[in-house]
């Protein structure tokens, strides 16, 4: 079955550690995804990208970066600078073809990173 | 700017009545709009979406959506509420033009009490 993989299911950080989440999606989507959900909140974007090697901030890229080698890999890192990483990190995919554009965006099953 | 508003934070409702959860928008265009689900420690899977046509859509789990294009609204809905379909929902917008982005709302959480 396609769909996307976000691993690790927990993860726990230190402080001043960098510690990076894994999205790999097997849907031949363009565009992908990553967002954070804070309790009893709804998502907020942190980046996204339409193309291999090209990637834009979002709403809340500060403290965070990320990567696409891959078109089926897009990683996070959440770095040291971000002082309150703790929250579910979501990743997801999207078509980006405009006949396309009425597709929903394709969800992994999360991320949830603590601090220690 | 373009804005997704559910007003309802928790909605409450007896196994076995009719449930509604509220979505307003606010976006230039026509949209495509989407309703999804979400389980605790899950991600979000996608229920229903309108493009053009009949004003209600049916979904997965026996949801349905009514579209109200002169109120900008989006709101899902069930005749008969089941405990299990307790969970938070969010509502979503896709512009037609620039779609490289969704925007959502804050999320409903539905209870369906026993």
């Known amino acids: 079955d396609g769909g996307i993989t976000q691993s690790p299911k927990y993860l726990f950080r230190k402080e001043g550690q960098n510690v990076t989440l894994s999205c790999e999606q097997n849907?031949?989507?363009?565009?992908m995804y990553w967002y954070r959900q804070d309790p009893g909140q709804g998502l907020r974007l942190i980046y996204y990208?339409?193309?291999?090697?090209?990637?834009q901030k979002g709403d809340i890229a500060e403290g965070y970066s990320v990567s696409r080698e891959k078109k089926e890999s897009f990683p996070l890192t959440v770095t040291s600078a971000q002082k309150n990483p703790t929250a579910f990190y979501l990743c997801?995919?999207?078509?980006?073809?405009?006949?396309?554009?009425?597709?929903?965006?394709?969800f992994g099953d999360g991320t949830r990173l603590s601090i220690l | 700017a373009q804005s997704v508003a559910q007003p309802e934070d928790q909605v409450n409702v007896a196994e076995g009545n009719p449930l509604t959860v509220k979505c307003t928008y606010s976006?230039?265009?026509?949209?495509?709009l989407f309703w999804y689900v979400q389980y605790p420690n899950r991600g979000l899977q996608f229920l229903l979406k309108?493009?053009?046509?009949?004003?209600l859509v049916k979904g997965s789990y026996g949801f349905e959506a009514e579209f109200n294009k002169s109120q900008t609204s989006f709101h899902l809905k069930k005749p008969s509420a089941l405990v299990s379909d307790s969970a938070l929902y969010f509502c979503?917008?896709?512009?037609?033009?620039?779609?490289?982005?969704?925007?959502f709302g804050s999320g409903t959480k539905l209870n369906v009490k026993p």
């Open positions: 997801a995919s999207s078509i980006l073809r405009l006949r396309d554009s009425n597709q929903p965006q394709h």
């Open positions: 849907l031949n989507h363009d565009a």
């Open positions: 990208s339409q193309i291999v090697n090209d990637f």
């Open positions: 976006v230039s265009g026509n949209p495509y």
């Open positions: 309108y493009i053009t046509g009949d004003n």
């Open positions: 979503a917008v896709r512009e037609p033009y620039n779609f490289n982005k969704f925007y």
